[in-house]
Protein backbone atom coordinates (compact mmCIF):
# COMPACT_ATOMS: atom_id res chain seq x y z
CA UNK A 1 0.00 0.00 0.00
CA UNK A 2 1.45 3.15 -0.85
CA UNK A 3 0.29 5.44 2.14
CA UNK A 4 1.36 3.17 4.88
CA UNK A 5 4.29 5.71 5.15
CA UNK A 6 2.33 8.83 4.45
CA UNK A 7 1.57 11.36 7.09
CA UNK A 8 -2.61 10.95 8.44
CA UNK A 9 -3.10 14.78 7.03
CA UNK A 10 -2.19 13.38 3.87
CA UNK A 11 -3.91 10.32 4.23
CA UNK A 12 -6.82 11.99 5.02
CA UNK A 13 -6.62 14.77 2.16
CA UNK A 14 -6.60 11.42 -0.42
CA UNK A 15 -9.79 10.11 0.96
CA UNK A 16 -11.43 12.72 0.91
CA UNK A 17 -10.83 13.31 -3.13
CA UNK A 18 -11.27 9.38 -3.25
CA UNK A 19 -14.92 10.22 -1.95
CA UNK A 20 -15.36 13.50 -4.52
CA UNK A 21 -14.03 11.01 -7.29
CA UNK A 22 -16.48 8.07 -6.04
CA UNK A 23 -19.41 10.19 -5.91
CA UNK A 24 -19.17 11.11 -9.52
CA UNK A 25 -18.24 8.28 -10.65
CA UNK A 26 -21.42 7.15 -9.85
CA UNK A 27 -23.33 10.07 -10.64
CA UNK A 28 -21.70 9.73 -14.02
CA UNK A 29 -22.38 6.10 -14.44
CA UNK A 30 -26.47 6.55 -12.94
CA UNK A 31 -26.85 9.35 -15.95
CA UNK A 32 -25.05 7.10 -18.28
CA UNK A 33 -27.42 4.21 -18.04
CA UNK A 34 -30.53 6.57 -17.51
CA UNK A 35 -29.27 7.87 -20.84
CA UNK A 36 -29.19 4.44 -22.54
CA UNK A 37 -32.33 3.46 -21.34
CA UNK A 38 -33.89 6.67 -22.03
CA UNK A 39 -33.00 7.59 -25.74
CA UNK A 40 -35.66 7.91 -27.50
CA UNK A 41 -37.01 10.80 -24.80
CA UNK A 42 -37.98 14.80 -25.29
CA UNK A 43 -35.18 15.94 -22.92
CA UNK A 44 -36.24 19.43 -23.98
CA UNK A 45 -39.91 18.37 -22.59
CA UNK A 46 -38.35 17.16 -19.52
CA UNK A 47 -36.40 20.52 -18.88
CA UNK A 48 -39.18 22.98 -19.61
CA UNK A 49 -41.57 21.22 -17.56
CA UNK A 50 -38.80 21.14 -14.72
CA UNK A 51 -38.35 24.80 -15.00
CA UNK A 52 -41.93 25.77 -14.92
CA UNK A 53 -42.20 23.36 -11.93
CA UNK A 54 -39.89 25.85 -10.30
CA UNK A 55 -41.17 28.58 -11.25
CA UNK A 56 -38.60 30.14 -14.03
CA UNK A 57 -39.36 31.59 -16.81
CA UNK A 58 -38.42 29.11 -19.59
CA UNK A 59 -38.58 32.12 -22.98
CA UNK A 60 -35.23 33.37 -20.78
CA UNK A 61 -32.43 33.57 -23.00
CA UNK A 62 -30.02 31.25 -21.20
CA UNK A 63 -33.05 28.70 -20.27
CA UNK A 64 -34.68 28.97 -23.79
CA UNK A 65 -31.32 27.97 -25.32
CA UNK A 66 -30.87 24.74 -22.87
CA UNK A 67 -34.38 24.17 -23.53
CA UNK A 68 -34.06 23.79 -26.97
CA UNK A 69 -30.68 22.32 -27.47
CA UNK A 70 -32.06 19.37 -25.54
CA UNK A 71 -35.00 19.28 -27.68
CA UNK A 72 -32.73 18.79 -30.71
CA UNK A 73 -30.34 16.02 -29.77
CA UNK A 74 -30.93 12.48 -31.52
CA UNK A 75 -31.18 8.99 -29.76
CA UNK A 76 -27.41 8.21 -31.48
CA UNK A 77 -26.07 11.52 -29.79
CA UNK A 78 -27.57 10.51 -27.07
CA UNK A 79 -25.93 6.98 -27.34
CA UNK A 80 -22.62 8.79 -27.84
CA UNK A 81 -23.14 10.94 -24.62
CA UNK A 82 -24.27 7.86 -22.34
CA UNK A 83 -20.97 5.66 -23.27
CA UNK A 84 -18.72 8.75 -22.95
CA UNK A 85 -20.62 9.08 -19.04
CA UNK A 86 -20.50 5.35 -18.46
CA UNK A 87 -16.79 5.58 -19.43
CA UNK A 88 -15.75 8.40 -17.52
CA UNK A 89 -17.64 6.78 -14.54
CA UNK A 90 -15.84 3.72 -14.46
CA UNK A 91 -12.28 5.67 -14.60
CA UNK A 92 -13.78 8.10 -11.75
CA UNK A 93 -14.84 5.33 -9.80
CA UNK A 94 -11.56 3.39 -10.61
CA UNK A 95 -9.40 6.54 -9.05
CA UNK A 96 -11.75 7.52 -6.32
CA UNK A 97 -11.19 3.70 -5.16
CA UNK A 98 -7.94 3.15 -5.71
CA UNK A 99 -7.23 6.32 -3.36
CA UNK A 100 -9.17 4.96 -0.88
CA UNK A 101 -7.26 2.12 -0.98
CA UNK A 102 -4.09 4.43 -0.81
CA UNK A 103 -2.90 2.41 -3.96
CA UNK A 104 0.50 4.19 -5.46
CA UNK A 105 -1.09 3.46 -9.08
CA UNK A 106 -4.18 5.69 -8.60
CA UNK A 107 -2.33 8.94 -7.28
CA UNK A 108 -0.63 8.67 -10.72
CA UNK A 109 -3.97 7.42 -12.31
CA UNK A 110 -5.57 10.49 -10.96
CA UNK A 111 -2.87 13.33 -11.46
CA UNK A 112 -2.57 12.28 -14.77
CA UNK A 113 -6.01 11.87 -16.37
CA UNK A 114 -7.21 15.13 -14.15
CA UNK A 115 -3.98 16.85 -16.05
CA UNK A 116 -5.20 15.91 -19.15
CA UNK A 117 -8.85 17.43 -18.89
CA UNK A 118 -7.09 20.51 -17.47
CA UNK A 119 -6.82 22.34 -20.88
CA UNK A 120 -10.17 21.24 -22.12
CA UNK A 121 -11.38 23.24 -19.19
CA UNK A 122 -9.56 26.38 -19.57
CA UNK A 123 -10.80 26.69 -23.26
CA UNK A 124 -14.23 25.96 -21.89
CA UNK A 125 -13.90 28.66 -19.40
CA UNK A 126 -12.39 30.43 -22.31
CA UNK A 127 -15.18 30.68 -24.36
CA UNK A 128 -18.29 30.84 -21.98
CA UNK A 129 -16.69 32.06 -18.69
CA UNK A 130 -18.87 30.57 -15.47
CA UNK A 131 -18.12 30.90 -11.46
CA UNK A 132 -19.11 26.93 -11.90
CA UNK A 133 -16.39 26.33 -14.59
CA UNK A 134 -13.92 28.76 -12.78
CA UNK A 135 -14.09 26.96 -9.33
CA UNK A 136 -14.11 23.27 -11.15
CA UNK A 137 -10.88 24.25 -12.63
CA UNK A 138 -9.31 25.21 -9.63
CA UNK A 139 -10.69 22.40 -7.74
CA UNK A 140 -8.99 20.05 -10.59
CA UNK A 141 -5.71 22.19 -11.02
CA UNK A 142 -5.29 22.16 -6.70
CA UNK A 143 -6.09 18.42 -6.98
CA UNK A 144 -3.31 17.72 -9.72
CA UNK A 145 -0.94 19.59 -7.56
CA UNK A 146 -1.45 18.22 -4.34
CA UNK A 147 -1.09 14.57 -5.95
CA UNK A 148 1.68 15.57 -7.91
CA UNK A 149 3.76 17.20 -4.85
CA UNK A 150 2.87 14.15 -2.71
CA UNK A 151 4.47 11.77 -5.38
CA UNK A 152 7.08 13.73 -5.78
CA UNK A 153 7.91 13.60 -1.82
CA UNK A 154 7.32 10.17 -1.34
CA UNK A 155 9.76 9.69 -4.24
CA UNK A 156 12.65 12.20 -2.44
CA UNK A 157 11.41 10.22 0.32
CA UNK A 158 12.66 6.91 -0.68
CA UNK A 159 15.90 7.90 -2.82
CA UNK A 160 17.30 9.62 0.74
CA UNK A 161 16.55 6.23 2.64
CA UNK A 162 18.10 4.38 -0.31
CA UNK A 163 14.73 2.57 -0.86
CA UNK A 164 13.54 1.93 -4.47
CA UNK A 165 10.19 4.01 -5.57
CA UNK A 166 8.24 0.94 -5.72
CA UNK A 167 9.40 -1.79 -3.70
CA UNK A 168 6.46 -4.12 -5.17
CA UNK A 169 8.95 -4.75 -8.99
CA UNK A 170 12.42 -5.66 -6.80
CA UNK A 171 9.88 -8.38 -5.22
CA UNK A 172 8.83 -9.56 -8.08
CA UNK A 173 12.02 -10.19 -9.84
CA UNK A 174 12.97 -12.07 -6.70
CA UNK A 175 10.42 -14.25 -6.57
CA UNK A 176 11.33 -14.71 -10.60
CA UNK A 177 14.97 -15.27 -9.69
CA UNK A 178 13.64 -18.03 -7.01
CA UNK A 179 11.31 -19.53 -9.12
CA UNK A 180 13.84 -19.88 -11.77
CA UNK A 181 16.39 -21.25 -9.30
CA UNK A 182 13.48 -23.94 -7.96
CA UNK A 183 13.04 -25.09 -11.51
CA UNK A 184 16.79 -25.69 -12.62
CA UNK A 185 17.32 -27.43 -8.71
CA UNK A 186 13.94 -29.84 -9.30
CA UNK A 187 15.48 -31.00 -13.07
CA UNK A 188 19.13 -31.31 -11.78
CA UNK A 189 19.09 -35.52 -10.53
Known amino acids: MAGAQDPPRRRRILKVIAAERSVRGLLLLAAGVYLLFNL ?12 RAIELDPRRHFLHRIVTDLHDLHASELRIIAFGALGYGVLELVE ?11 EYLT ?4 SLLVPVEVYELGRHPTVWKAGGLAVNVAIVA ?7 QRRSRHLAQGLPEDPEPTERVRDHEDH ?4 RDERVP
Not at 41 to 49: E, H, P
Not at 111 to 114: G, I, P, Q, S, Y
Not at 180 to 183: F, H, I, P, S, T
Open 96 to 106: GVGLWLDQLWA
Open 111 to 114: AVAT
Open 40 to 51: HTDFGKKADSII
Open 146 to 152: YLVYGLM
Open 180 to 183: ERDL
